[in-house]
């Protein structure tokens, strides 16, 4: 009950003496000790998507099938606050100047983490970290099988194994909430469609933050400790959302659509360039080419079906 009330109050060691009546000593023992159990659970409860299956939040919505039947998850970064030493603390601010880690995830449409690597610097890119997982041969990262995909924002490239969506283009829910013309034209609206499925990574992001402040407001761990308390929020998250599917958090971030709270994340993640995600990767043109057709095909394919 320690470490639980410790991440869901954000409550330094101090605090945890006073309310719990021991020493502090004993409050990072045992601390420590909960939190390297909990975390040692990841490979349990944080597991990789079924790959064969089309998720039923695809399956039985228009909007979505077929145009997407082969998407197996969404992949995001989010900024947790750090707390670092003077020393290194500059690697960890990012855009906002607060300092914070990068953490990725992976999830699935019924908001359960599938993969997730923390403890990355604040100042580090979203899309460095997923390269850097991807040419990890030891990280575990889940590649989907040839003709399935990941859906990732435009910060990402467009290629095999990740679809993009377009840039210069309205994508976030709310752009397009804000016009008063509607959708206007197939590239908008494969974005609209793609943000509002993608959009499921961010509720996730959404209800790990509420229930556990303390990703709000870190305190003094080491940085060590601090990777460790993420990963543990995303394990006792994925075990609540198999347990308690009446969590009222889950409830509340749930409906497709609803847009968390933004603390430390930016919109603007992506890079400004001109054109789309697809510019990226030029080295790998033959694969960039096929996912670009799929891009394509999907979007005029959702058009041509569009009232």
């Known amino acids: 009950m320690i470490f639980v009330y410790v991440i869901s109050q954000k409550a330094t060691n101090r605090m945890a003496m006073e309310d719990w009546q021991h020493s502090g000593s004993t409050i990072s023992v045992v601390f420590t000790r909960i939190c390297k159990a909990i975390a040692s659970l990841s490979q349990t409860f944080i597991k990789p998507p079924n790959f064969d299956a089309i998720p039923d939040e695809i399956r039985w919505n228009p909007k979505y099938y077929p145009y997407f039947q082969n998407c197996v998850g969404a992949i995001d970064g989010t900024h947790i606050a750090a707390n670092a030493p003077a020393d290194v603390a500059n690697n960890f601010r990012g855009r906002k100047s607060t300092v914070t880690s990068n953490m990725l995830a992976i999830c699935s449409f019924d908001m ?16 460095r970290v997923l390269t850097t997982q991807l040419e ?3 990280s575990g990262f889940p590649h989907p099988p040839p003709g399935k995909y990941y859906l990732v924002d435009s910060g990402y490239s467009n290629k095999p194994g990740f679809l993009a969506s377009f840039r210069n283009v309205p994508y976030h829910l709310r752009d397009a909430r804000r016009r008063a013309g509607g959708i206007n034209g197939p590239t908008e609206l494969f974005n609209y469609r793609h943000a509002s499925l993608h959009n499921c990574i961010e509720r996730c992001f959404g209800v790990l933050k509420a229930r556990f402040p303390i990703l709000r407001y870190m305190t003094n761990f080491s940085l060590i400790r601090q990777r460790e308390i993420a990963m543990c929020c ?7 959302r198999l347990h308690n599917r009446g969590d009222p958090l889950f409830d509340r971030y749930g409906v497709d659509g609803v847009m968390p709270p933004s603390d430390f994340d930016s919109d603007d993640d992506a890079p400004s360039s001109s054109g ?9 043109q033959n694969n960039n080419n096929f996912a670009n057709d799929m891009q394509d095909r999907i979007m005029f394919e959702m058009y041509l079906n569009y009232n």
């Open 112 to 127: 359960l983490f599938t993969y997730v690597v923390t403890g990355w610097e604040g100042a580090v890119h979203d899309s």
């Open 136 to 138: 990890d041969p030891t």
């Open 234 to 240: 995303c394990v006792l998250h994925n075990f609540i």
């Open 276 to 284: 789309t995600a697809r510019d990226q990767g030029a080295n790998s």
